[in-house]
């Protein structure tokens, strides 16, 4: 169950980074993230912003898969215990996606991070 979690935390986490990517590129969904302050493109001083989360994402993924001993053994003894940064991080990202201002930035990414929580913890409790 836990291999099952961490490939599946993997798989969000890349999808999420590909958005993320994607925003840094100039996609036009600045009201799908950052509370929705920006329609459209964000501004390209704020695209690091996204820039960072896509680089974090595919840090925390690697720990989630490198923790349910599925890959990366060389960092399973600072998974061991880094995992529960990734869920901290996700608990605090499912509060800040629960009360963002933007309807759409909530209805898309809540679900996501909570999901990503819940497979994150299921990994670190194993």
Avoid: D, H, K
């Avoid at 036009?28 to 920006?38: A, D, I, M, S």
């Avoid at 759409?104 to 990994?123: K, Q």
């Amino acid at each position: 169950m836990p291999q099952a979690c961490a490939l599946l935390f993997g798989a969000l986490s890349l999808v999420v980074a590909a958005f993320q990517v994607a925003l840094v590129l100039g996609a036009p969904w600045g009201e799908y993230t950052l509370g929705g302050r920006w329609r459209g493109a964000l501004p390209v001083a704020v695209r690091v912003l996204p820039g960072l989360s896509a680089v974090l994402l595919l840090f925390f993924a690697v720990v989630v898969v490198a923790r349910a001993g599925v890959a990366f053994p060389s960092i399973a003894e600072f998974a061991f215990t880094g995992v529960w940064a990734v869920v901290a991080y996700c608990a605090l990202g499912s509060i800040a996606n629960a009360f963002t201002p933007s309807r759409r930035e909530r209805m898309i990414w809540l679900p996501v991070v909570l999901g990503m929580l819940v497979l994150s913890l299921v990994v670190a409790l194993s």
